[in-house]
């Protein structure tokens, strides 16, 4: 029987990330991965062709706006055979580009089904044959799926999920969104942009709901003014397929029951953990609703069994979370001295239009904590490179603590939000206070120097607002 240092189940950004790092330490690994490719749902149906799809978006709409910028645009069409075509071309190079990593770097992969065999053992399943293999630690890295509502059926073809959503033949004519957590938005967006009269169905009382309060507003007043419908507070009650299309009936936040069609569906109501027939109930592994229990150091209750990414309760799904959680196991395992999972260091970033970024507290997170707070506000309509660009809309929040300046949290939306929250994602990392961020000289003219005067405004010091 083969033996190995580390077994990791799952190629995505958890599993694929520890395996690289796994070897740079010297440890024998083998990943195992269900898939006939490596890199998971965020490089094949996640991050990655969303963020292509965006891009391609923005494109087009600054081609829609070329007479403001002085260029004559005639006969402006989309290619969407194109665009699907160029979205897989990058998605191919990417899972190409691990496959090259795991070939320099001697990680070695098995495909197949992985599952826990054992202590110390993990069996693989391809075809009906099954290959055990021995192992002094595992890596649970399985990742997640999309939910469903209760009692709505994904037909794939009219009612869909991320997946065949990424791959639609055609713009459709009209679209709903089922969620408005950052799935749920970068597709309104998205088909928007391109044309599809869109409207969107959230439970709870505002759009990302996991970001600030102000954010939410802004987001949602962005969409409204794109032309996208959001009702907040709406209760779906049925999806149904129609002879063309799809009709949602949802009760409306006043109890109203409302019937609406449209020619595909898009359900965004989360994402379940992968943790089915892994054989966890043999081991020690606890499990809640799904998803894996784990200390900060990615260590489940069972020795030597670490998971890591969007099994792991209570951490969000996020690549760059799952990324740094299989860092964190690998290291602990290969016994050196590394940090615990920080989940206020970890940034959230939305890259629909406009964009969002932000890392730490929310403003209500830190009052609800009973901290004193000053918040310092700073709006792109401010800042000469957003001018330059096109895209004044959106602020920047700092929420900090009074006393000594400590900084809790920042939330942006707006262009560039999620390349410009890097700094305050260092700044938090690094524990810097107002005072040593107002000591930072900011590039001008850039986007990036609004963080700057973000921070000043928090003691009324900003010079551009
Ligand atoms: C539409 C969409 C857009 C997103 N955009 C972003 C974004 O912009 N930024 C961001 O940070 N996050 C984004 N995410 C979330 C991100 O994709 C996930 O957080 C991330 O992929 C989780 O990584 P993972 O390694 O835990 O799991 P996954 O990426 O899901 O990988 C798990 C892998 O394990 C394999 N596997 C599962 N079970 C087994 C088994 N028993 N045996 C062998 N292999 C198995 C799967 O085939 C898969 O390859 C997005 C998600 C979606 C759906």
């Known amino acids: ?24 330490y010297g440890l024998k690994t083998l990943v195992v991965e269900k898939d006939s490719y490596l890199g ?24 829609q706006r070329a007479a403001e910028f002085g260029f004559e645009v ?53 075809d009906g044959k099954t290959t055990e293999v021995e192992t002094t630690f595992t890596i649970l890295a399985t990742g997640s799926d999309a939910r469903s509502l209760p009692g709505v059926e994904i037909d794939s073809k009219v009612i869909l999920t991320n997946r065949e959503i990424l791959s639609l033949p055609q713009i459709p004519k009209s679209l709903i969104v089922v969620g408005a957590g950052a799935v749920g ?16 169905l959230e439970m709870l009382p505002r759009a990302v709901p996991l970001e600030d309060e102000e954010i939410s507003a802004e987001l949602q007043k962005a969409f409204k003014k794109r032309g996208i419908r959001i009702e907040t507070e709406a209760k779906v009650d049925s999806v149904k397929k129609e002879s063309k299309g799809a009709s949602v009936t949802f009760k409306d936040k006043a109890g109203k029951s409302e019937t609406l069609d449209a020619e595909k ?7 379940r953990p992968l943790t089915e027939n892994l054989n966890l109930e043999k081991t020690a592994v606890k499990l809640e609703r799904g998803f894996v229990h784990t200390n900060s150091f990615m260590e489940t209750a069972e020795p030597r069994v670490y998971a890591i990414g969007d099994i792991v309760a209570g951490l969000p ?37 406009p964009q969002i970024g932000s890392i730490g507290m929310t403003e209500k997170q830190a009052r609800d904590a009973g901290l004193k707070v000053k918040i310092g506000k700073f709006p792109f309509s401010a800042n000469s490179k957003a001018t330059i660009l096109g895209h004044n809309e959106g602020f920047i929040k700092v929420v900090a603590e009074e006393k000594y300046g400590e900084i809790l949290g920042v939330h942006a939306i707006g262009v560039l939000a999620t390349e410009i929250v890097a700094e305050p994602v260092a700044a938090l990392g690094l524990e810097a206070t107002l005072d040593d961020m107002a000591a930072i000289i900011h590039a001008h003219p850039t986007v990036w120097e609004a963080m700057g005067d973000a921070f000043n405004a928090v003691r009324g010091l900003s010079i551009n607002a």
Request: glycine share 10%; with cysteine.
């Open 317 to 353: 799904q996020l690549a760059h979370a799952a990324s740094m959680e299989g860092l964190i196991a690998v290291g602990r395992m290969a016994g050196k001295d590394v940090q615990p999972f920080d989940r206020v260091r970890c940034p959230n970033c939305t890259y629909c239009e």
């Open 1 to 24: 029987m083969a033996k190995y240092d580390l077994v990791i189940i799952g190629s995505g950004p958890g599993g694929y990330v520890a395996a690289l790092r796994a070897v740079q």
């Open 265 to 271: 569906v898009l359900i965004a109501v989360g994402r």
């Open 185 to 200: 938005v970068e597709f309104a967006s998205i088909y928007r942009s391109f044309g599809s009269e869109v409207t969107i």
């Open 74 to 126: 005639k006969d402006l069409k989309v290619n969407w055979a194109t665009i699907l075509d160029r979205k897989q071309k990058i998605v191919t190079k990417h899972s190409k580009g691990i496959e090259f990593l795991f070939r320099r770097g001697k990680v070695e992969t098995m495909a197949g089904w992985g599952r826990i065999a054992g202590p110390g053992r993990v069996s693989v399943e391809k």
């Open 40 to 63: 998971g749902t965020c490089l094949h149906i996640g991050c990655i062709p969303t963020k292509v799809f965006l891009h391609h978006a923005d494109i087009y709409e600054t081609f």
